[in-house]
């Protein structure tokens, strides 16, 4: 049975990048985690090490464990998620979102590295569909999708209200649901998810009579 790994490896794990999956350690350390299968070194310069998808899964695992803490226990509204220092693609409804500068450049450089992320484990290393982690990501990896593609997330306030998208998951399997209350910037919306990947269908609620996207990632 494969030893777990020691406490300084489970830090270098918990603060990978949590979009690409970058490691930053000791050589010693990172090749103990490609020694347990849980990271690998990108045959490409700078050779970077990223963790595999037994290394996300065991990350995921810590993330949701201190998230069920009583500490964590306290609901809170969604906000911006800066002060984290983790960066997070916006939803729509944010509170406190900044569209500055500085945002543009984080976003762009996620949305990079999760292109990097494709190439690295997609099959054949194609980039024009979304990955394993998107699979498991659908909202972030929607959300990210049209951030990068220069789309305005809602602000905070009352769902359909609020102009903007707002990405949303859904009871189906592998479909998140995407509302914009203007009905060209809906199907602009469209345009950027199947451009980036996703299969999309627009849809309208039987009550209210409003337009809504339906989104996949396409597997082929």
Request: one cysteine or more; charged letters at 25%; a positive charge.
């Amino acid at each position: 049975m494969t030893r777990p790994p020691t406490a300084a490896q489970r830090r270098v794990i918990d603060a990978a990048d949590p979009v690409t999956g970058r490691l930053r350690g000791t050589e010693s350390q990172l090749a103990a985690l490609v020694k347990r299968g849980l990271a690998f070194r990108h045959p490409r310069p700078p050779r970077d090490h990223f963790l595999t998808p037994a290394g996300h899964r065991l990350r995921e695992e810590t993330t949701t464990v201190a998230a069920n803490t009583p500490e964590a226990a306290e609901p809170t509204r969604q906000s911006a998620p800066e002060s984290s220092g983790v960066f997070a693609a916006r939803v729509g409804g944010e509170e406190g979102a900044d569209a500055g500068p500085s945002r543009i450049r984080e976003v762009h450089s996620a949305w990079q590295g999760l292109l990097e992320l494709r190439r690295m484990t997609n099959p054949h290393g194609v980039v024009d569909r979304p990955c394993a982690w998107e699979r498991t990501h659908l909202v972030q990896a929607a959300a990210l999708a049209l951030e990068a593609a220069g789309h305005r997330p809602a602000d905070a306030g009352t769902e359909g209200d609020a102009y903007g998208y707002r990405v949303r998951a859904t009871p189906q399997p592998e479909a998140v649901a995407v509302r914009e209350p203007d009905a060209g910037a809906l199907r602009e919306c469209a345009a950027t998810l199947e451009k980036a990947g996703w299969q999309v269908g627009e849809h309208t609620e039987p009550r209210t009579g409003v337009r809504y996207l339906l989104a996949s990632p396409r597997r082929t």
